[in-house]
């Protein structure tokens, strides 16, 4: 108890406007053990996968990957921001810092870096490496630009850099892989989704039209890649399977022939362009939204689930593990953005989480369920989306998880929890 009272006694010190609530004090409490548990150098604070024992200047191990350091610091910064502390918003700035000395010379951003008397990012020597950690990186560095009315040039230099990497990477539109010598696409994960909205970010913080050009590129060819060698009223058609070659053309994936729709995939691929259709008045991406949604709704099941996988036109039908795949609250946005119109739409996003805000969430790994219209827009109708959320709210009553990925996890679901808190007065 006496804790708690000096949790709330600090916040109130921090600012008078800083909301005194139950969530608010103990956000603040975490937050600050989180700060007392980073790796921290004159160069920066990151965070390993456990907290930092001893504060020497032996080289340890630091994250750079999506749900790591770059998630803490946006936590970091928002809580900062809602509580008016700004010893957590300066902590933010010093991981933003810590991303920029995980950079490597060439702009990409290291998922793993060794933070010693100097910074020693550990890149991949590969032509295709993995890009999570450098749209991580992005999200924070631009999360922290974003409010600042005199940007800070190194960060500016430093996302400017990523963004060439990124753009570099991206080719004439492809997010490529490459396994060996074989270059391929992949759509069943994020991959395709958060590089797209790392440029998109950058444009959207920063007006940079290359990366603007880069992501209208990138939803063009997202459209081009919808499973088209069938007629389109066959069950799947023109929604997304899981691999293609360079040329855009499907191939198989594991036993499963190359016009297989994969409902991951599709779901991913769709929240790309609800993504763009939200930040951008993009009328026939959200034409090609509620086109895709009316191909999802007739696969679903008497029971409410779907098949992950439809392999168009097929004789015979392809075995596929069942389930909602993140659809239903995706189909429910494509439904409003329609019936609302875009500006509406985005309007009342802002009332929770805008939309940078959302792009940032994403690409660092807090959300994976991007441009949902589910946050309450007035004071009366937290009590109810509180009640309907009670699941997550359980999270907070046991023991601070130790890895780094759970406990950032638990932040944010506190920090949501908070900012409720706030809202509802």
């Not at 990186?137 to 040039?153: S, Y």
């Not at 004439?172 to 270059?183: E, F, I, P, Q, V």
């Not at 909602?324 to 985005?346: C, Q």
């Not at 989480?353 to 660092?364: F, N």
Request: net charge neutral.
């Amino acid at each position: 108890m006496l804790m708690v009272m000096l949790t709330v006694a600090n916040i109130c010190s921090a600012g008078a406007d800083a909301p005194l609530g139950k969530y608010a004090a103990q956000l603040q409490t975490e937050c600050r053990q989180l700060i007392a548990d980073a790796v921290e150098r004159p160069y920066g604070i990151a965070w390993g996968d456990a907290p930092a024992v001893g504060k020497g200047t032996a080289a340890r191990p630091v994250s750079m990957e999506p749900g790591n350091s770059p998630a803490a610091g946006v936590v970091l910064l928002w809580a900062g921001e809602l509580l008016h502390d700004a010893s957590l918003t300066n902590a933010a700035k010093k991981s933003a810092a810590a991303a920029m000395a995980a950079q490597a010379p060439s702009g990409q951003i290291a998922a793993l870096a060794m933070f010693g008397t100097t910074a020693d990012p550990k890149t991949d020597d590969t032509p295709l490496p993995d890009r999570a950690s450098t749209t991580a990186g992005m999200g924070l560095m631009l999360a922290v630009l974003d409010p600042q009315l005199n940007r800070d040039q190194p960060l500016l230099d430093s996302v400017d850099r990523a963004a060439r990497w990124m753009r570099k990477q991206h080719g004439n539109g492809s997010w490529l892989r490459a396994d060996g010598t074989k270059r391929f696409i992949r759509l069943d994960d994020a991959d395709f989704r958060d590089s797209t909205f790392a440029l998109l970010l950058e444009h959207e913080v920063l007006d940079r039209p290359d990366s603007r050009q880069a992501v209208e590129r990138a939803v063009s060819q997202a459209i081009s890649l919808q499973l088209n060698g069938m007629t389109e009223f066959l069950p799947g058609a023109r929604l997304w399977g899981a691999r293609y070659e360079t040329s855009n053309e499907p191939v198989p994936d594991g036993d499963r022939p190359k016009d297989t729709a994969d409902l991951l995939a599709t779901r991913y691929m769709t929240q790309t362009l609800l993504g763009v259709a939200v930040c951008w008045s993009h009328r026939s991406t959200v034409a090609e939204l509620d086109r895709t949604a009316g191909r999802i709704n007739p696969l679903r099941r008497t029971d409410g689930k779907w098949k992950r996988y439809e392999a168009v036109g097929a004789s015979t039908p392809v075995e596929a593990p069942l389930g909602d795949f993140g659809l239903p609250p995706l189909l429910a946005s494509i439904k409003s953005i329609k019936n609302l119109g875009r500006d509406r739409y985005k309007q009342l996003m802002t009332q929770g989480w805008p939309p940078k805000r959302q792009l940032i969430a994403t690409v660092v790994g807090l959300t994976d369920d991007p441009f949902t219209l589910d946050w309450p827009v007035a004071a009366s109708e937290v009590d109810a989306y509180v009640k309907a959320h009670s699941a997550d709210w359980q999270a907070l009553e046991s023991g601070i998880p130790q890895q780094l990925p759970a406990r950032v996890r638990r932040l944010w679901i506190l920090l949501n929890r908070a900012k409720l808190e706030a809202m509802a007065g």
